[in-house]
């Protein structure tokens, strides 16, 4: 059995640093808002290259949150790839603003090309989704955002690490969202995300936002909500903090063996853009033949998933919202599937995944 993701390898292995943490903040017996997190948001910052970094509930608060405090709401309207996984979209319905959707390229990211003719008056803020790992664009996203000053969102839920142009994502716009789902290049033991930026006034704004739109928790002037990274997971997520890169460089290298393997045309490679740095949160091939393979491979004990197998407006919450269509997400949500991808994946395990795929006629 090769399972998609395996936590109890990674546990195994951090378990004297992983227990220590946690028992640290049940011997202190604070678990909210306390000095775990304030330590987290700090190295954060600074492993981001940003100045400012606050802990929040899970990445799509990160992305409502940040919509919020860029004055975002009903009546606007946000670009949003198509091909990208629900909570980016569902962060702007949340707001009360429209996703407004743009295709993918070859790459599945955002395609810049297409954004502009998507632009109105009613256009408040581009959501650049760092998909699969991936660095988007980004001199092409902050050119057209500068040109129609549009807030610049970056959801970073997928490419902690991951860099444009040597230069870490989440630092080029605005708002740079994170998401420490378990399964991200940097997971907690539960729920939990982060948004960095470069100014003091969102900052501070975030910081009121997060907690009931208090100040100080005393005064209440802003809208708020309850968004707190709590003290255990921010314990967790600073022994985890000091792995990350070692783990991208592994992710790295099973992405080349999977590309130095793998040598059967049908199945497609991705191939990610010159300038991006990937750091591989999923390995995402292409095939015509899809379901048939990932049921083959299922049938060899091999878990694949699908990322994603609906792009945003054909669910039929958006498809009320969306008329277009987009044809290149739609093609590629027929033919991707996602191989199992994750530091602790045995070098063996992946020769054993690419023999089933080169036998594949
Ligand atoms: C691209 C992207 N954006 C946003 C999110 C939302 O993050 P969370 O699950 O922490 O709310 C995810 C996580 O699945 C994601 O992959």
Not at 264 to 273: A, G, M, S
Request: include cysteine; proline fraction near 5%.
């Amino acid at each position: 059995m090769i399972p998609f993701v395996d936590f109890t390898r990674e546990y195994k292995s951090l378990k004297k640093e992983i227990d220590e943490a946690i028992h640290r903040v049940l011997r202190r017996g604070w678990f909210v808002l306390g000095p775990e997190l304030e330590n987290f948001e700090k190295r954060f910052a600074e492993y981001c290259d940003a100045p400012y970094c606050v802990g929040v509930n899970s990445g799509t608060d990160a992305l409502y949150l940040s919509l919020l405090c860029a004055g975002i709401g009903q009546g606007d309207e946000v670009i949003v790839p198509v091909n990208t996984a629900l909570p980016t979209a569902m962060a702007v319905s949340m707001s009360g603003a429209r996703p407004v959707f743009v295709d993918c390229d070859e790459s599945f990211l955002i395609d810049s090309k297409q954004i502009v003719r998507r632009i109105n008056k009613k256009t408040k803020a581009i959501i650049a989704v760092h998909l699969y790992g991936q660095a988007c664009d980004m001199d092409a996203l902050k050119k057209i955002s500068r040109r129609f000053r549009l807030t610049l969102i970056e959801d970073c839920a997928q490419a902690t690490g991951a860099m444009w142009k040597g230069k870490k994502v989440g630092s080029f716009g605005d708002f740079g969202c994170f998401s420490f789902y378990p399964t991200k290049n940097i997971g907690a033991y539960g729920d939990g995300g982060a948004i960095i930026t470069k100014s003091k006034k969102n900052y501070t704004k975030l910081l009121a936002e997060r907690f009931y739109g208090q100040k100080d928790r005393q005064v209440c002037s802003i809208p708020g909500m309850n968004s707190r990274l709590d003290e255990i997971q921010a314990a967790v997520l600073s022994v985890k903090l000091k792995y990350v890169d070692t783990w991208n460089r592994t992710r790295q290298q099973l992405a080349l063996q999977y590309r130095n393997l793998i040598v059967n045309p049908k199945i497609v490679l991705p191939t990610p853009q010159g300038d991006s740095q990937c750091v591989y949160h999923l390995f995402v091939v292409r095939a015509p033949k899809r379901d048939a393979i990932m049921k083959l491979l299922k049938e060899h004990g091999i878990q694949t998933l699908i990322h994603y197998r609906t792009p945003l407006h054909r669910h039929p919450f958006y498809a009320k919202q969306e008329k277009n269509s987009f044809p290149v997400a739609e093609r590629y949500a027929r033919e991707i599937f996602s191989l199992p991808m994750y530091p602790y994946l045995k070098k063996q395990e992946i020769k054993k995944i690419a023999t089933i795929l080169n036998n594949i006629t």
